[in-house]
Protein backbone atom coordinates (compact mmCIF):
# COMPACT_ATOMS: atom_id res chain seq x y z
CA UNK A 1 0.00 0.00 0.00
CA UNK A 2 1.33 3.30 -0.97
CA UNK A 3 0.55 6.49 1.67
CA UNK A 4 -0.41 9.66 0.52
CA UNK A 5 -3.28 12.08 1.12
CA UNK A 6 -2.81 14.70 3.61
CA UNK A 7 -2.12 14.84 7.32
CA UNK A 8 -4.89 13.79 9.20
CA UNK A 9 -6.71 12.49 5.85
CA UNK A 10 -4.72 9.62 4.34
CA UNK A 11 -5.38 7.81 1.37
CA UNK A 12 -3.89 4.33 0.25
CA UNK A 13 -3.18 2.79 -3.45
CA UNK A 14 -2.99 -0.75 -3.18
CA UNK A 15 0.08 -1.54 -5.53
CA UNK A 16 2.18 -4.16 -6.67
CA UNK A 17 6.12 -3.52 -6.15
CA UNK A 18 9.80 -4.84 -5.70
CA UNK A 19 9.89 -6.73 -2.00
CA UNK A 20 13.01 -4.36 -1.64
CA UNK A 21 11.48 -1.41 -3.01
CA UNK A 22 10.31 1.11 -0.16
CA UNK A 23 6.61 1.57 0.93
CA UNK A 24 6.08 4.71 -1.20
CA UNK A 25 8.81 3.88 -3.80
CA UNK A 26 8.46 2.64 -7.26
CA UNK A 27 5.63 0.77 -8.41
CA UNK A 28 4.79 -2.22 -10.78
CA UNK A 29 1.48 -1.59 -11.57
CA UNK A 30 -1.65 0.10 -9.41
CA UNK A 31 -4.35 -2.39 -8.66
CA UNK A 32 -6.88 -0.54 -6.15
CA UNK A 33 -7.13 2.18 -3.59
CA UNK A 34 -8.49 1.98 0.35
CA UNK A 35 -9.64 5.18 1.60
CA UNK A 36 -10.35 4.46 5.26
CA UNK A 37 -12.31 7.66 5.99
CA UNK A 38 -15.11 6.73 3.63
CA UNK A 39 -18.29 6.71 6.11
CA UNK A 40 -19.67 2.91 4.90
CA UNK A 41 -16.87 0.35 5.79
CA UNK A 42 -17.85 -1.31 2.36
CA UNK A 43 -17.41 0.97 0.32
CA UNK A 44 -13.53 1.91 1.34
CA UNK A 45 -11.81 -0.65 -0.66
CA UNK A 46 -11.75 -0.41 -4.82
CA UNK A 47 -9.78 -3.35 -6.73
CA UNK A 48 -8.79 -4.29 -10.35
CA UNK A 49 -10.15 -7.77 -9.65
CA UNK A 50 -8.25 -9.22 -12.60
CA UNK A 51 -4.47 -7.37 -12.22
CA UNK A 52 -4.96 -8.82 -8.94
CA UNK A 53 -5.85 -12.32 -9.52
CA UNK A 54 -2.75 -11.96 -12.32
CA UNK A 55 -0.43 -10.84 -9.71
CA UNK A 56 -1.54 -13.02 -7.41
CA UNK A 57 -1.26 -16.12 -9.63
CA UNK A 58 2.08 -14.91 -10.49
CA UNK A 59 3.14 -15.65 -6.63
CA UNK A 60 2.85 -12.26 -5.29
CA UNK A 61 2.85 -11.93 -1.50
CA UNK A 62 0.33 -9.32 -0.23
CA UNK A 63 0.97 -7.62 2.66
CA UNK A 64 -0.97 -8.31 5.59
CA UNK A 65 -4.12 -6.00 5.21
CA UNK A 66 -3.83 -6.15 2.08
CA UNK A 67 -4.68 -10.16 2.01
CA UNK A 68 -7.27 -8.95 4.84
CA UNK A 69 -9.18 -6.47 1.94
CA UNK A 70 -8.51 -8.86 -1.01
CA UNK A 71 -10.25 -11.86 0.63
CA UNK A 72 -13.19 -9.25 1.77
CA UNK A 73 -13.40 -7.49 -1.70
CA UNK A 74 -11.16 -9.04 -3.86
CA UNK A 75 -12.12 -11.64 -6.87
CA UNK A 76 -13.82 -13.99 -4.84
CA UNK A 77 -14.49 -11.51 -1.95
CA UNK A 78 -16.91 -12.69 0.84
CA UNK A 79 -18.65 -9.17 1.14
CA UNK A 80 -18.52 -7.99 -2.38
CA UNK A 81 -22.39 -7.80 -2.51
CA UNK A 82 -22.60 -5.15 0.13
CA UNK A 83 -19.77 -3.68 -1.70
CA UNK A 84 -21.76 -2.94 -4.75
CA UNK A 85 -24.79 -1.59 -1.92
CA UNK A 86 -22.64 1.03 -0.78
CA UNK A 87 -20.84 2.02 -3.58
CA UNK A 88 -23.80 2.43 -5.11
CA UNK A 89 -25.20 4.65 -1.93
CA UNK A 90 -22.51 6.54 -2.33
CA UNK A 91 -22.37 7.05 -5.96
CA UNK A 92 -26.67 8.22 -5.58
CA UNK A 93 -28.20 11.69 -5.42
CA UNK A 94 -27.96 12.74 -2.34
CA UNK A 95 -30.53 13.72 -0.37
CA UNK A 96 -29.93 17.09 1.36
CA UNK A 97 -32.83 18.56 3.25
CA UNK A 98 -34.65 21.75 3.17
CA UNK A 99 -33.38 24.37 5.32
CA UNK A 100 -36.67 26.19 4.77
CA UNK A 101 -36.70 30.67 4.20
CA UNK A 102 -32.90 31.93 4.28
CA UNK A 103 -32.26 34.42 7.51
CA UNK A 104 -32.76 37.81 5.78
CA UNK A 105 -30.27 40.12 6.07
CA UNK A 106 -30.23 43.16 7.74
CA UNK A 107 -30.62 45.26 5.16
CA UNK A 108 -33.22 43.19 3.99
CA UNK A 109 -34.77 43.95 7.81
CA UNK A 110 -34.59 47.55 7.81
CA UNK A 111 -36.19 48.45 4.89
CA UNK A 112 -39.72 45.72 5.99
CA UNK A 113 -38.93 48.08 9.23
CA UNK A 114 -39.09 50.59 7.13
CA UNK A 115 -42.11 50.18 4.93
CA UNK A 116 -43.67 49.09 7.62
CA UNK A 117 -43.54 52.42 9.61
CA UNK A 118 -44.56 54.41 6.32
CA UNK A 119 -47.61 52.38 5.80
CA UNK A 120 -48.75 53.35 9.68
CA UNK A 121 -47.73 57.02 9.34
CA UNK A 122 -50.05 56.58 6.00
CA UNK A 123 -53.17 54.56 8.00
CA UNK A 124 -52.81 57.20 10.73
CA UNK A 125 -52.74 60.58 8.42
CA UNK A 126 -55.53 58.75 6.87
CA UNK A 127 -57.39 57.90 10.21
CA UNK A 128 -56.94 61.52 10.81
CA UNK A 129 -58.20 62.77 7.64
CA UNK A 130 -61.35 60.81 7.63
CA UNK A 131 -61.64 61.67 11.89
CA UNK A 132 -61.40 65.34 10.28
CA UNK A 133 -64.15 65.14 7.17
CA UNK A 134 -66.83 63.66 9.94
CA UNK A 135 -66.27 66.34 11.98
CA UNK A 136 -66.61 68.56 9.42
CA UNK A 137 -69.89 66.79 8.21
CA UNK A 138 -71.30 67.26 11.27
CA UNK A 139 -70.31 70.89 11.69
CA UNK A 140 -72.53 71.19 8.74
CA UNK A 141 -75.42 69.26 9.66
CA UNK A 142 -75.44 71.37 12.97
CA UNK A 143 -75.31 74.27 11.07
CA UNK A 144 -77.96 73.18 8.13
CA UNK A 145 -80.39 72.20 11.36
CA UNK A 146 -79.35 75.26 13.10
CA UNK A 147 -80.37 77.29 10.09
CA UNK A 148 -83.73 75.74 10.12
CA UNK A 149 -84.67 76.03 13.37
CA UNK A 150 -83.69 80.07 13.02
CA UNK A 151 -86.11 81.08 10.56
CA UNK A 152 -89.01 78.95 11.84
CA UNK A 153 -88.19 80.55 15.34
CA UNK A 154 -88.27 83.86 13.88
CA UNK A 155 -91.62 83.03 12.35
CA UNK A 156 -92.69 82.26 15.90
CA UNK A 157 -91.98 85.41 17.37
CA UNK A 158 -93.24 87.47 14.84
CA UNK A 159 -97.36 86.13 15.08
CA UNK A 160 -96.41 86.94 18.91
CA UNK A 161 -95.63 90.61 18.44
CA UNK A 162 -98.40 91.12 16.03
CA UNK A 163 -101.13 89.78 18.23
Known amino acids: MKKMGRAHRAFFRICATDKRAPRD ?19 RALFNKERVSHWLSVGAQPSEKVAILIKKYGPNGTHL ?53 KAAEEAAAA ?18 AEG
Open 25 to 43: GRVLEELGTYDPSVPDTDA
Open 81 to 133: EQQEKAIAKLKGPKVVPDAGPAAPSLKKLAEEAAAKAAAEAAAAKAAEEAAAA
Open 143 to 160: EASAAAEAPAAEEAAAPA
